[in-house]
């Protein structure tokens, strides 16, 4: 199917009779994501014989990372940098590959120490760099990096290992954060608490007093843009209130967004799922994935969420298996179907998702309605003639 309409984010209605599927306009994977499992395979094709290691998950979904590890490729550490093989046994002859998230400088070093080359197979996304070098131009100008993501995320983890080395740095995780750490602009709160609350996400030699004058937002590519974007404006309005309007140029500076396009496009596309009439949602997704787990946040606005990873998660027309994002453990519900006619139906996934897990999920689903219209008849009328 073609999109024509590229800012069009109305979902799409594929009615199969008893059940219809209200699909988001966007979904599945983005550039970033396609390009480093192709050279991901790429390498195991160029190296046989060779050792084939991957610094952490490629990317946050189970499927393709079982892929990847059946078709040889080692991962040498889990997703909050706990290794799982010790930097001792890489060898200068290993390939290493970098994933999409990037990686800290720190690592880079000691791989390049060992003599391992780390051009040829670095997958780090375009977008992730862009971030960088907004932190890197940020510093050069005499501003603070605020960094907005998940501090254990490996991006996160890049992006203020990158950015550290260029400016003062310091991550929060979300709006409170932001509001607590606002208190140490205004003086409200003691400097010497800071070193405390912030404890492992500052970069060196950080100094409230004199580096919290002047300051930036980047953020992980994957946060909700929303909430980044009202982040920014809050220090930005902090930063009227301490020095006043006339300043504001001096003490902030007013940086563009810098989510990716395709977490913005999905993000997007699910603000407008929930103008849609339906009974519940299901979102597809790694358990894991930051940009996944926002759309479902999203969701649940409105809906009854399902957060799966496969259809292997749908165990009947009764029973459900899904994750609560907000616990962080995995939930059974039942009767999770409506007894309504039609049942009407979300669907999305995160950007980390292959399309064909979205395809086996909805299949999976029509497996509970008899008599429903056949797929190939309800997807033609998307169909544009080439």
Not at 132 to 155: C, F, M, N, S
Not at 268 to 273: C, G, I, M, N, V
Not at 347 to 360: E, F, K
Request: with cysteine; charged share 25%; proline share 4%.
């Amino acid at each position: 199917m073609r999109d024509q309409r590229k800012q069009d984010f109305s979902p799409s209605l594929l009615d199969f009779g008893p059940v219809q599927v209200i699909l988001a306009r966007h979904f599945g994977f983005c550039y970033g994501v396609e390009n480093a499992i192709e050279i991901s395979y790429r390498a195991l094709e160029e190296n046989p014989g060779k050792r084939v290691f991957l610094l952490s998950q490629m990317i946050h979904n189970p499927e393709v990372n079982r892929d990847l590890e059946e078709r040889g490729i080692r991962f040498i550490a889990d997703t909050d940098g706990t290794l799982f093989i010790p930097w001792d046994e890489v060898r200068a002859d290993d390939v290493v590959i970098i994933p999409a998230f990037g990686t800290t400088l720190e690592t880079e070093q000691l791989l390049l120490d060992k003599g391992v080359e780390l051009h040829k197979y670095n997958t780090t996304c375009p977008f992730v760099e862009k971030v960088w070098k907004r932190a890197e131009k940020l510093g050069k100008d005499q501003y603070t990096v605020i960094i907005h993501g998940k501090p254990a995320h490996e991006e996160t983890r890049a992006t203020f290992s990158h950015s550290a080395a260029a400016a003062a740095s310091v991550v929060i995780r979300n709006m409170e954060e932001a509001q607590r750490l606002a208190r140490y602009i205004t003086g409200e709160e003691d400097v010497t608490n800071f070193y405390s609350e912030f404890a492992g996400r500052y970069s060196l030699g950080f100094d409230p007093v004199q580096h919290l004058t002047r300051v930036g937002v980047v953020n992980q590519t994957t946060m909700l843009a929303a909430e980044t974007q009202a982040i920014a404006d809050f220090f930005r309005s902090v930063m009227i209130q301490k020095y006043g309007i006339e300043n504001i140029r001096y003490h902030f500076a007013d940086t563009r967004d810098t989510l990716c396009y395709a977490t913005n496009d999905n993000q997007d596309a699910t603000y407008a799922l929930l103008k849609s009439d339906a009974h519940l949602a299901l979102v597809i997704g790694g358990y894991n994935s930051s940009n996944t787990s926002h759309i479902v946040e999203l969701c649940q606005q409105k809906f009854p969420t399902y957060f799966i990873n496969s259809e292997k998660e749908i165990k009947s027309q009764k029973e459900i298996h899904h994750w609560n994002y907000g616990k962080k453990e995995k939930e059974i519900t039942f009767n999770w179907l409506p007894d309504a006619v039609p049942v009407k139906m979300v669907l999305t996934s995160g950007a980390s998702c292959p399309d064909t897990l979205v395809d086996r999920v909805l299949l999976r689903v029509l497996e509970f309605f008899p008599k429903t219209r056949p797929t190939e008849e309800v997807i033609q009328q998307f169909l544009i003639p080439a």
